[in-house]
Protein backbone atom coordinates (compact mmCIF):
# COMPACT_ATOMS: atom_id res chain seq x y z
CA UNK A 1 0.00 0.00 0.00
CA UNK A 2 1.09 3.46 -1.37
CA UNK A 3 -0.23 6.72 0.60
CA UNK A 4 0.59 9.69 -1.11
CA UNK A 5 0.08 13.28 0.57
CA UNK A 6 -0.21 16.61 -1.92
CA UNK A 7 0.53 20.38 -0.13
CA UNK A 8 1.54 23.71 -1.57
CA UNK A 9 -2.18 24.44 -2.57
CA UNK A 10 -3.27 27.84 -1.52
CA UNK A 11 -4.73 31.00 -3.12
CA UNK A 12 -2.77 32.65 -6.10
CA UNK A 13 -3.73 35.63 -8.64
CA UNK A 14 -3.85 35.01 -12.05
CA UNK A 15 -0.47 34.91 -13.73
CA UNK A 16 1.12 33.90 -10.27
CA UNK A 17 3.06 30.97 -9.77
CA UNK A 18 2.47 27.46 -7.24
CA UNK A 19 4.80 24.79 -6.59
CA UNK A 20 2.65 21.54 -5.55
CA UNK A 21 4.28 18.36 -3.74
CA UNK A 22 3.26 15.11 -3.43
CA UNK A 23 5.31 13.05 -0.90
CA UNK A 24 4.67 8.99 -1.17
CA UNK A 25 5.18 6.16 1.95
CA UNK A 26 6.96 4.13 -0.05
CA UNK A 27 10.68 2.99 -0.33
CA UNK A 28 10.26 1.65 -3.90
CA UNK A 29 9.12 5.15 -5.05
CA UNK A 30 11.39 5.15 -8.40
CA UNK A 31 9.60 1.73 -9.38
CA UNK A 32 6.67 4.05 -9.88
CA UNK A 33 4.46 6.10 -12.22
CA UNK A 34 3.40 9.54 -10.90
CA UNK A 35 0.49 11.60 -12.18
CA UNK A 36 -1.43 14.81 -11.28
CA UNK A 37 -4.93 15.18 -12.04
CA UNK A 38 -7.39 18.32 -11.23
CA UNK A 39 -11.30 18.12 -10.40
CA UNK A 40 -12.98 21.54 -10.51
CA UNK A 41 -16.46 21.71 -8.82
CA UNK A 42 -19.57 20.19 -10.92
CA UNK A 43 -16.56 18.48 -13.48
CA UNK A 44 -14.85 15.64 -13.43
CA UNK A 45 -11.10 14.61 -12.62
CA UNK A 46 -9.08 15.59 -15.69
CA UNK A 47 -5.18 14.83 -16.49
CA UNK A 48 -2.97 17.19 -16.17
CA UNK A 49 0.42 15.68 -16.26
CA UNK A 50 2.90 12.67 -15.61
CA UNK A 51 6.32 11.55 -15.67
CA UNK A 52 7.42 7.88 -16.04
CA UNK A 53 9.77 6.19 -13.69
CA UNK A 54 12.34 6.81 -16.06
CA UNK A 55 11.67 10.87 -16.10
CA UNK A 56 9.60 11.05 -19.63
CA UNK A 57 7.36 13.38 -18.83
CA UNK A 58 4.06 13.82 -20.33
CA UNK A 59 1.14 16.83 -20.24
CA UNK A 60 -2.23 18.41 -21.03
CA UNK A 61 -2.48 20.27 -23.45
CA UNK A 62 -4.18 23.30 -21.34
CA UNK A 63 -1.00 23.39 -19.29
CA UNK A 64 1.46 22.50 -22.16
CA UNK A 65 4.14 25.15 -21.67
CA UNK A 66 2.75 26.50 -18.11
CA UNK A 67 3.28 23.60 -16.03
CA UNK A 68 6.02 21.34 -15.43
CA UNK A 69 6.69 18.08 -13.43
CA UNK A 70 9.53 16.35 -11.79
CA UNK A 71 10.52 13.98 -9.77
CA UNK A 72 13.28 13.89 -6.73
CA UNK A 73 13.14 10.00 -5.98
CA UNK A 74 15.75 10.10 -3.08
CA UNK A 75 12.78 12.33 -1.25
CA UNK A 76 10.21 9.91 -2.79
CA UNK A 77 8.11 13.14 -3.91
CA UNK A 78 6.28 14.39 -7.18
CA UNK A 79 6.28 18.03 -8.17
CA UNK A 80 4.06 20.17 -10.01
CA UNK A 81 5.44 23.36 -11.03
CA UNK A 82 2.41 25.64 -12.49
CA UNK A 83 3.63 29.10 -13.89
CA UNK A 84 1.33 31.46 -15.66
CA UNK A 85 -1.97 30.33 -13.52
CA UNK A 86 -5.36 31.41 -14.77
CA UNK A 87 -8.90 31.26 -12.76
CA UNK A 88 -9.31 28.28 -15.44
CA UNK A 89 -6.72 26.88 -13.04
CA UNK A 90 -9.03 26.35 -10.01
CA UNK A 91 -9.70 22.96 -8.97
CA UNK A 92 -8.19 20.16 -6.38
CA UNK A 93 -5.41 18.58 -7.41
CA UNK A 94 -4.59 15.07 -6.77
CA UNK A 95 -1.35 13.09 -7.31
CA UNK A 96 -1.34 9.35 -8.37
CA UNK A 97 0.85 6.50 -8.22
CA UNK A 98 1.07 3.38 -10.02
CA UNK A 99 3.87 0.84 -11.16
CA UNK A 100 2.16 0.03 -14.79
CA UNK A 101 -0.66 2.47 -15.26
CA UNK A 102 0.97 5.86 -16.83
CA UNK A 103 0.27 8.82 -18.72
CA UNK A 104 -3.76 9.46 -18.29
CA UNK A 105 -3.86 6.12 -16.09
CA UNK A 106 -5.24 3.72 -15.06
CA UNK A 107 -3.54 4.54 -10.87
CA UNK A 108 -4.03 2.81 -8.43
CA UNK A 109 -2.83 4.83 -5.76
CA UNK A 110 -4.82 8.53 -4.68
CA UNK A 111 -4.00 11.46 -2.46
CA UNK A 112 -6.49 12.88 -0.75
CA UNK A 113 -5.82 16.30 -2.70
CA UNK A 114 -4.69 20.09 -2.40
CA UNK A 115 -6.95 23.08 -3.31
CA UNK A 116 -5.52 25.33 -5.89
CA UNK A 117 -7.59 28.94 -6.26
CA UNK A 118 -7.11 31.10 -9.30
CA UNK A 119 -8.35 35.10 -8.35
CA UNK A 120 -9.24 36.93 -11.28
Known amino acids: QVQLVESGGGLVQAGGSLRLSCAAS????????MGWFRQAPGKERDFVAA???????YYADSVKGRFTISRDNAKNTVYLQMNSLKPGDTAVYYC??????WGRGPYNYWGQGTQVTVSS
Open 51 to 57: ITKTGGT
Open 96 to 101: AADQRG
Open 26 to 33: TSTFSNYN
